[in-house]
Structures are given as structure tokens and as C-alpha cells.
């Protein structure tokens, strides 16, 4: 029998990169009883971390499922990787959980990944809860590290727990709900409702503050308390679960995931006060231009979300889901609203980690996944009639870093573009584009980090060895004069020979236009079969490139006269001289280079605006304003830069502002090279 809706508690852990959320996510496997130890990140040995990848760089890069069961309930753990350049995972992971738990390291404090996905958690409605890790290697007082939460978090933010000792001496916790502490010098909690003299009169004041911000919520609580009735642990609770399902309030717990202390006291608050998935108003979905909520019913209409995707040494894909509403038996049979095809649920399993367990039945609300589906997608959303629904997940990053990529091996070209499009379909962030002038195929991510990741897959997945190379601008070339020029063909060599003039007029046409041909020819100087070629010429010639080897755009050409013979003419003798006449214009045309502007907007704090505008600037770009952001306290520098100076702008970016600022570019137009600068261009 499969664990009710009501009992099941979806948990993304979120947080900076090595705030320890996958540790925690061993301690509480540890303390469930489902593993006999604690694994390490820095050796390899957790749960989660379960790909090659993540054992060389030691950090999650993918979603990684944990599911435990404490009593009656079941926690999905979704352990999210906290790196920048998978923002995107992180932000699935938030989609599909029913509480975020903000992993906060002690030792550093809130950092900028904290903040943002703080931020898009809140966008997405998703109830929070904040989990202080390292309890036992803080170097602040406590009372700091809460007050920057409660600054860089906001409102709502409630202490639910103080610690017991500092640093190494961190050995237990006090539950201002109940007013016990939970001491680990054992090993195991103890309980036990004498405090601590040394943190008696902070836990006391600690415990009215929450009674009082608590009670605050509900009127018949406030009411009673106002007239002297104590509100029991237990109202306190319903009160917070209700606070923590509306978004309201965002309860705080402490311990240390290697001790491991508080641990299993988070668990049980996680069932206790945590959302359900049928407590919230349900899952976001489109129908055409329609948006409507599918609640989470075990008795609706049967929908799945695909939400991860993953390749496996042993079984191929696997298709990591949610049951959005209905109930999934194994071998039920589903259609995809994206390509309309039937896909069996055969092999369904529960993960953790690398592990699977067999399941005959998901119902509405839980996670599961399934082995060798089709053509399934993440963010694939599936029903069991051809509904059209599709679940509504949040658009994915920017892809803002680029690097063109071919076969380190000739002739693995097709197997390369193959294992590209296996990788593609699991992480949708991923955007492959071909330049036809410049002749590169560019791999387009979040960052540098993630780009390499998806490379070293690829060779250690499909054996496909890949090569890299920075991505080459898309330079052009046009005129800016009108200039008449004569191409002149005269080929003999025995037999029969070639032969055509074509007198030509080019003028400069406004930008992207692209090419424009007509005829003046008059009396029949070429005839008029032929007069087509030497537009042909004219524009196989310009894509060849111009001057400096660019291609050549926005021309127009009239032929005006010119001269055949009626034996060696024809049309390749016409191509050649169309394309002569171009040549012998371009020194006389005013040829200029021109380079893509691209359109850019950066996120950024208001503290950092200044810094960042000064970089666009030694850039080359032209500032053309600034909007307020989605908070008081960031703001969007709007700006024209050429695309040749940010072609390592994500890199450096987050650097220069330590993670805490985000862009976008878009291609704008083209204008001219400043003609200093156009020397030392090179055409690929």
C-alpha cells in the first residue's frame, strides 16, 4: 500500500553551493534507519551524488531524490544542486516540492544563491522553512546569524529552535514550541524540559516572541491569548502549518548535518507543520491559451509531470515524475501532450539516489520515476487521454555562455550531434545553435561549468571526444557609396570559351534589406536569359565575403549594360563577370565592417550599480537607462553592447559581483566597427 496524499511531504533542500544540503540529506537517511553510515561529499559516498561527475567535482549537479518514511509519512527529499549554472534544476526542484527547506550555512551566513532562489521560491508561492547547518563550526553568535536572515529574508521569518553550545561544544537544541530541549552527547536525542541556566533567559524570551507572532494569525487564538489562555504546543503548530502553507511564515530550525544534531527534530516538524501536496491549491497547467490548477487528487484525471531526465550504466533512461493529480499503476499507458504519443509506465520505481525500488501505484502528489520511456522530455506532461494539458514549470535561465563545439575524431560528427540531443533533452536550459557565417556549431548554457559537464558526459556516456573553441563573431560587411564598376570575362583556351561584360551600378540599401538585383539592360546588350546570372554571381560572391572577408549585406545592384558573344556566353560566363563587377567596386564603395549590438539588460544590487555600468562602458556600450527590479533593492541596467564584448560576460560577471547579479542579451542590430578596431579583426 502506497503512503495517502495527506501523509506525503515533497522537500526541495535548497540553498548556496556547499551549504551542506546533501549532507543533510545523508543525516536524514541516518536517522530514518536507511543507511548504516554517514557518506561524504568530498569522498563520493552520499546517497545522492550518485553521477561520476559529481564525484570529481564533489558538488550536486543534478536533482537528486531521497525518499524516507518517518512514521505514518513520506518524505521525498529533492536535494538540488547549488551552483549557479543549474539554476534551472533548482528551480524544478522548487516547482514539484510542496515546502522549500533553505539549507543556510552558519560559517558564511546568507550568500547571493541564498537570496536569489529565496526570491524565486517566493515567486513560484512555494511555503519555506530555514534549516541553519554547521551549528558546530559557527564562528558568529547566533544572534547574528539569525538577524541576517531575518534581514536578507524578510518578513515572517520565526525562530522555532535555539541552539545548545557553540562550535565544537553544539550538542543540542531547545523547542520553543514545547519548551524542551534535545541533547546528542549520546549519540541519540534526549528529551527533557529542564533549559539550560545558560540559555534559560533567551529561551524564554525566544519562546514568548513565538507565541506572540504566532497567535498574531488567527483571531481565536489571539482573542484567547489576550485574555491570559496559554495556546498548547499543539495550536501553536496548527497555527504555523497554516502560516507555512499561505507563505506567511517561515519557521527556523538549527543543527549540524554531520553531527548529526536537530536532524531528526526536523523531520518530524517537516510531518508535523509541512504542507501536504492536497493542501495547497494544486498544480498550474495550459489547455491551448487556458491556464486552470489540477488539485492534487487521487481520484482526478490522471496527469504526470516528467520533470528530471537521466541517463543510467544499467537501464538507459530514467524518467523522474510527479503525479500531479489521479493515481498511476505500473503498465498504465499515458500520452504525451507534446508529441501525442502512447508511452507505457512499465518500469516504475521509486529512486534514492542510484538505488531503485519497485512500485505498483503513484497516487496524486507523490514521486516516482520510470525506466525506458520514449521520446519524454523534461517538463513533458502527460495524461491518460489526449488532453493537450501541459504542466506549467518556470521558463528556463537565460542561456547567456557559449562555446562552439565539434568531434575531436573525423567522421563522429553524427554521433556527436546524437548524444547532443539525448543531453539536450534532459536538461532543457541547453540551446544548440549553427552559425552559417561563421561556420561554427555553438553549445549555448548558463555557464562555463555547466557547458563542461554536459562535454565530459558526452565522452564518458556515448565516447564521443569533443573539442572546443570560442565562439567567432558573426562580422559583416556593406557599402556606403553608389559606385558603377564593368566585370569583364574573357576565358579562351581551345574549343569553345567564355565571354560576358556586365556593367554594374551598387548602392548601399538600409539595413537588413539584403540583397536587391534588377536590370536596366536595354536593346538587348545581354540577354535577358542571362541577366539572372549575373545577380547569382553578384550574391555568391558577397557571401564569400567582402573586403575583409565578412559577408557582404543590404546591396543593391543594377546591371546597366554589357556585351555577349553569341557562341561563348552563358550563364557560369555571366556569374563570373557579375561577381568581377562587385570586386572592382568594393575600393570605391566605402566599405565598412560591421559588427551584432546586442540588447542587454543586467540585474544587479543597487549597491554593485555603479561598478557594473563603469565595466559596460569599457565595453563599448552605450547606457540607455535603468528600471526598478522585482525588489527595492536591485535595479536593471539597460544597455547596447557589442556582442564581441560579452562573449565571456557570464564569467565574468559573476565574478566581478560574486554571483549576486544576472543578465540577459539579445541580438539588436548591427553597426559599424570603429575603424581602429577593424584591423585586427580576423574573418572565420
Same mark, same amino acid.
Given at each position: ?9 515533497? #522537500? ?42 559529481? =564525484? ?50 552558519? &560559517? ?24 541553519? /547547518?554547521?551549528?558546530? @563550526? ?14 536578507? $529574508?524578510? +518578513? ?52 514568548? +516572541? ?13 482573542? @484567547? ?24 511564515? $517561515?519557521?527556523?530550525? #538549527? ?7 536537530? #536532524? ?62 489521479? &493515481? ?7 500520452? /504525451? ?21 519497485? %512500485? ?53 560528427? !553524427? ?7 539525448? #543531453? ?15 561556420? +561554427? ?18 565522452? @564518458? ?91 557582404? %549585406? !543590404? ?43 546586442? =540588447? *542587454? ?7 554593485? +550599480? ?40 557570464? *564569467? ?14 539579445? =541580438? ?7 575603424? =581602429? ?8
Amino acid at each position: 500500500m502506497g503512503v495517502p496524499t495527506g501523509r506525503i511531504r515533497n #522537500v526541495a533542500l535548497v540553498g548556496h553551493s556547499g551549504n551542506g544540503k546533501t549532507s543533510l540529506v545523508e543525516a536524514m537517511l541516518f536517522r530514518a534507519g536507511l543507511i548504516q553510515r554517514l557518506g561524504r561529499v568530498e569522498d563520493g559516498t552520499t546517497v545522492t551524488d550518485a553521477d561520476p561527475e559529481e =564525484h570529481r567535482r564533489t558538488q550536486s549537479l543534478d536533482l537528486g531524490m531521497a525518499p524516507l518514511e518517518i512514521g505514518d509519512h513520506r518524505i521525498n527529499l529533492i536535494d538540488t544542486p547549488g551552483y549557479a549554472d543549474f539554476v534551472d534544476d533548482a528551480a524544478i526542484g522548487l516547482a514539484v516540492a510542496d515546502l522549500a527547506v533553505f539549507v543556510i550555512d552558519a &560559517t558564511a551566513g546568507v550568500q547571493p544563491d541564498d537570496v536569489l532562489q529565496w526570491r524565486t521560491a517566493a515567486r513560484m508561492g512555494v511555503p519555506r522553512m530555514v534549516f541553519i /547547518n554547521k551549528m558546530d @563550526r559557527a564562528r558568529d553568535p547566533f544572534e547574528v546569524i539569525l538577524a541576517d536572515i531575518r534581514a536578507r $529574508f524578510g +518578513q515572517g521569518v520565526e525562530l522555532i529552535e535555539l541552539p545548545i553550545g557553540e562550535q565544537a561544544a553544539f550538542h543540542g537544541v531547545a523547542d520553543l514550541l514545547t519548551e524542551h530541549v534535545f541533547l546528542y552527547d549520546s549519540g541519540q536525542a534526549e528529551e527533557s524540559d529542564a533549559i539550560p541556566p545558560e540559555i534559560a533567559e533567551a529561551e524564554h524570551a525566544a519562546h514568548e +516572541q513565538l507565541v506572540e507572532d504566532v497567535v498574531a494569525t488567527e483571531d481565536d487564538l489571539l482573542e @484567547r491569548y489576550l485574555e491570559g489562555e496559554e495556546p498548547t504546543a499543539e495550536e501553536l503548530e496548527r497555527a504555523l502549518h497554516d502560516g507555512v502553507d499561505a507563505g506567511e511564515v $517561515f519557521p527556523v530550525l #538549527v543543527g549540524s548535518a554531520t553531527g548529526p544534531v536537530g #536532524v531528526d527534530r526536523l523531520m518530524e516538524f517537516i510531518c508535523h507543520v509541512g504542507p501536504a501536496p492536497a493542501d495547497l491549491p494544486g498544480a498550474p497547467v495550459r489547455i491551448g491559451e487556458e491556464q486552470m490548477v489540477v488539485p492534487a487528487d487521487p481520484d482526478g484525471p490522471l496527469v504526470v509531470l516528467a520533470f528530471a531526465t537521466r541517463s543510467d550504466d544499467y537501464v538507459g533512461q530514467i524518467t523522474t515524475f510527479k503525479v500531479l493529480s489521479g &493515481t498511476l499503476h505500473a503498465d498504465d499507458v499515458l500520452i /504525451n501532450s507534446r508529441t501525442g504519443d502512447k508511452e507505457r509506465f512499465h518500469g516504475v520505481v521509486r529512486l534514492r539516489g542510484a538505488d531503485h525500488e519497485p %512500485v505498483s501505484t503513484v497516487q496524486a502528489g507523490d514521486i516516482a520515476a520510470a525506466t525506458k520511456l520514449g521520446d519524454v522530455r523534461t517538463g513533458d506532461t502527460l495524461c491518460d487521454t489526449a488532453r493537450g494539458w501541459q504542466a506549467l514549470l518556470p521558463d528556463p535561465p537565460a542561456a547567456v555562455h557559449g562555446v562552439a563545439i565539434h568531434a575531436a575524431s573525423t567522421g563522429e560528427e !553524427d554521433k556527436l550531434f546524437a548524444a547532443l540531443g539525448k #543531453v539536450m533533452a534532459e536538461d532543457r536550459s541547453l540551446v544548440l545553435e549553427r552559425n552559417d557565417e561563421t561556420h +561554427q556549431t555553438v553549445l549555448w548554457g548558463t555557464g562555463e561549468m555547466q557547458i563542461q559537464v554536459v562535454l565530459d558526459r558526452i565522452a @564518458r556516456r556515448y565516447g564521443v571526444s569533443v573539442e572546443t573553441e570560442p565562439v567567432r563573431i558573426a562580422y559583416r560587411e556593406t557599402i556606403t557609396r553608389t559606385v558603377t564598376a564593368e566585370g569583364k570575362h574573357k576565358k579562351q583556351s581551345g574549343g569553345r570559351g567564355q565571354f560576358a561584360i556586365a556593367e554594374v551600378r551598387f548602392e548601399p540599401l538600409p539595413q537588413g534589406t539584403g540583397f536587391s538585383f534588377d536590370s536596366a539592360v536595354v536593346g538587348g546588350a545581354i540577354p535577358k536569359g542571362l541577366i539572372p546570372a549575373v545577380g547569382a554571381g553578384i550574391e555568391e560572391s558577397m557571401a564569400r565575403g567582402g573586403l575583409h572577408g565578412f559577408p557582404l %549585406v !543590404d546591396v543593391s545592384a543594377t546591371v546597366l549594360d554589357g556585351k555577349y558573344h553569341s557562341v561563348d556566353s552563358d550563364e557560369m560566363s555571366f556569374k563570373v563577370a557579375g561577381s568581377i563587377a562587385l570586386r572592382e567596386a568594393l575600393p570605391q564603395a566605402g566599405v565598412v565592417v560591421l559588427e551584432p549590438i546586442s =540588447h *542587454v539588460e543586467v540585474t544587479v544590487p543597487v549597491e554593485l +550599480q555603479g561598478e557594473v555600468m563603469g565595466d559596460l562602458q569599457q565595453r563599448r556600450g552605450q547606457l540607455t537607462g535603468t528600471e526598478q527590479g522585482d525588489t527595492h533593492d536591485e535595479v536593471v541596467i539597460v544597455a547596447q553592447v557589442p556582442t564581441a564584448e560579452i562573449v565571456r560576460y557570464a *564569467v565574468d560577471l559573476r565574478s566581478a559581483t560574486h554571483g549576486r547579479a544576472r543578465f540577459t542579451a539579445v =541580438h539588436d542590430r548591427y553597426d559599424p566597427v570603429p575603424p =581602429h578596431l577593424v584591423e585586427g579583426l580576423v574573418a572565420g
